[in-house]
């Protein structure tokens, strides 16, 4: 797996390097149970501190993308959620309802939202009825 950070990004680098790996999982690119670089391996290769580093994978971990295994490193973790309906429901439409508040201050209007929505939705192939 290949990281990209943007310097020039308002993301912090610990969440772009957690979006990639949310976003490679989403789309293929990484299976279950993969090896991801140790904390020094991308260190070294972003040239960023490892705190930082450490700080993405114990969030990812925290969140179940990723499994951590005492001397064997982190690895893709089988993503069959333990949350709640509900609770899956509100984390989704917390980041939704940011998205829409940003649209709204960009003056983007409803049906564009729908077709980028739609977009994004076929992107990732997700299929009716999956929850």
Not at 28 to 39: F, Q
Not at 79 to 92: E, H, N
Request: proline share 2%; charged share 30%; hydrophobic share 40%.
């Amino acid at each position: 797996m290949q990281f990209r950070i943007d310097n020039a990004s308002e993301r912090a680098v610990y969440l772009q390097i957690i979006d990639q790996v949310k976003r490679d999982v989403a789309l293929g690119r990484l299976a279950r149970e993969e090896r991801l670089p140790t904390v020094r391996q991308l260190s070294q290769q972003l040239t960023i501190n490892p705190n930082t580093i450490a700080k993405a994978y114990r969030q990812l971990e925290q969140e179940g993308i990723i499994v951590t295994r005492s001397g064997a490193g982190a690895f893709i973790a089988n993503l069959d959620s333990g949350l709640s309906k509900a609770v899956r429901r509100r984390l989704i439409c917390e980041e939704l309802e940011r998205i829409v508040v940003e649209a709204f201050h960009m003056q983007i209007d409803k049906e564009t939202m729908a077709e980028w929505f739609n977009t994004i939705l076929d992107k990732f192939n997700l299929t009716s009825g999956r929850e």
